[in-house]
């Protein structure tokens, strides 16, 4: 994607992954809006980095995603890149009793906080001249970690659904992006000084590198063996699954 010159609407932005991903496109003369549930931290970063804007968002809440997309695309009609960073990550055990509303509440989180944003927003930056669309996954989604279960299949669930969006995105203006962090000192679960975390300055430093080339995906390099455990052969497998389907429909 391109770094400079987009506007920028970014979930899950008060601290952690998407802070550090609003500061860095804030840096470079982006104009960036951030949102999250709580007012006070989101005046809390805007007041820190002067021209930036916020917007209250319960990605839970499929009215609040409306009302919102439909203030953005209102106030902000350039806007051109979404990332999709909200997410939450309980702990759980799959070998005994998951609470029901705590899964719940993840995948509604994790996954369809993401599908309902994009679709909302969609037909908008289709009309954009270029357009990106990144979606923050997980190593995990990859290679699942058990005391995270639901997490690790909602983060899995994710990068399928970015799979299948960017092939059927292939011939419009919007490119789709996945990132996918390692353990980053973030207050995901609890910020340390852990050894075996990623610093968070250096995950985003990485991520905006590879973000600012045409890859499908912005993967760090330590979190590379982790994403590559289903093989190296999955994208052209599923491009060529879908490309058939596409030629030879199934019918309804």
Do not use: C
């Not at 979404?82 to 029901?100: K, Q």
């Amino acid at each position: 994607m391109q770094l400079t010159g987009n506007t920028i609407f970014i979930t899950g932005a008060t601290s952690g992954i998407g802070r550090g991903l609003a500061e860095a496109f804030h840096r470079l003369g982006n104009q960036v809006i951030i949102s999250g549930r709580r007012r006070a931290l989101l005046d809390e970063v805007v007041a820190a980095n002067p021209g930036m804007k916020a917007v209250e968002l319960d990605i839970t809440d499929p009215a609040s995603i409306r009302d919102v997309a439909a203030k953005l695309i209102a106030e902000n009609p350039s806007l051109n890149v979404l990332i999709n960073n909200a997410g939450i990550m309980p702990f759980d055990d799959a070998s005994g009793e998951i609470d029901d509303a705590v899964a719940q509440s993840i995948v509604t989180t994790n996954l369809l906080g993401p599908i309902r944003m994009t679709s909302a927003l969609i037909e908008h930056l289709k009309r954009q001249e270029r357009a990106v669309i990144v979606n923050n996954t997980s190593v995990l989604a990859y290679t699942p970690l058990a005391v995270t279960a639901v997490y690790s299949a909602s983060k899995a669930a994710l990068h399928s659904y970015t799979l299948s969006q960017r092939f059927m995105l292939r011939d419009s203006s919007v490119q789709v992006q996945e990132i996918a962090p390692p353990w980053v000192n973030t207050d995901l679960i609890k910020k340390g000084d852990d050894p075996r975390a990623m610093p968070l300055d250096a995950f985003i430093a990485e991520t905006m590198a590879a973000l600012a080339t045409d890859a499908e995906e912005a993967i760090v390099e330590s979190a590379r063996p982790m994403r590559d455990n289903p093989g190296p052969g999955e994208h052209a497998l599923v491009n060529g699954f879908n490309a058939y389907i596409a030629e030879n429909p199934i019918p309804v």
